[in-house]
């Protein structure tokens, strides 16, 4: 039982947490183009397009680009299919395609052209309930490596030809890990025949499954260039309280950033929408939260950044409470 499973997984100790890195890879322009009409379904075109046809979900849809080859095949059979396709250029080269909206037609194409690949993604997705994906609650997870060796080999030539076209699309260049999401999908040692499951573990240089501790649900499946590690943040990398400096309050955001909140200007949020009037500082590695100054710190144009629930939550309860006990200090 369970032997495509791997009976152990590493685990990473870390002391602080990584700083994000707004350089370069920040610069990019994206080029809206229009595309043809769309002439046909190949397998490449469903494997991209299944997740909006059987799920009736107006996918936002990123496909990696790190040659010319690739580029062309996929402006030539998956953008057509999309009413809004942007190219995302960074030093002069397309890197990916990014896609929304299928055309009418699509969805027709798609049901009356028959590859390998319409089994996978119709196993991928059970059913079509995308309300699964969410709990309405933080999920605790369970994380497994998938022993691909143990795996029948999924396919035909037509189902190889695409394995290496992902593969090079998403490790070929810059490796970008990703995820697949399944639906209906109950964590059981029947998987291992799974023809999803079988598919990506023939392109995926690693692979896990994430599994809800509570429900026994599959609910990602990791696809990652290296083995996967699961860290675990000591005490001294968890976000560090407040420190209020005269009307400054100033906050550990987290990944060695720091924001400093004007209190004097910032009314009690009731919905996250940013703050009245802050700055954001990175955190230099040598440098502790308690001993930050923003005289000597780094700072970063804008401040607008996309934080989980959580991190959201305990920013906005840091500032409310404080601006309650000035407040009340006034009364």
Known sequence: MFEWIQDHSLLEYSSRQERLDFGERS??????????????MTALAQYFTAGSVLLHIDFNITVPVPDEEILQRVMREVAPHFEVVNQLVRGGRVESVHLNQL??????LFHQTKTGVITVMKDLYRHDDSERWYSGHKRS???????????????????KELQTLLHRAYFGGEAIDFGQMPLGWQFEDSL?????????????????????????????LNITDKKPVHKLYLKTAQPQPPRRVGPYLYLDAGHRLVYVVNLLVQPLITEWEGFAD?????????????????????????????????????????????????DNHMI
């Open 27 to 40: 610069r990019f322009r994206m080029n809206s183009i229009k595309a043809a009409e769309p002439a046909g």
């Open 103 to 108: 055309k009418p037609r699509t969805a027709e």
């Open 141 to 159: 997870l369970i994380h497994y490596t998938v022993n691909a060796a143990e795996l029948e080999p999924y396919g035909d030539e037509e189902i």
């Open 192 to 220: 291992r025949h799974s023809a999803a499951l079988r598919f990506i573990a023939g392109f995926a240089p690693n692979l896990s499954i994430s599994v809800d501790k509570e429900s026994n649900e599959v609910i990602i």
């Open 278 to 326: 802050a700055r954001l500082y990175y955190l230099d590695d040598d440098t502790a939260f308690a001993d930050f100054d923003p005289e000597k710190a780094e700072r970063l144009e804008g401040t607008s950044l996309f934080f989980d629930q959580e991190t959201v939550q305990r920013l906005m309860e840091m500032v409310n409470r404080e601006l309650r006990q000035t």
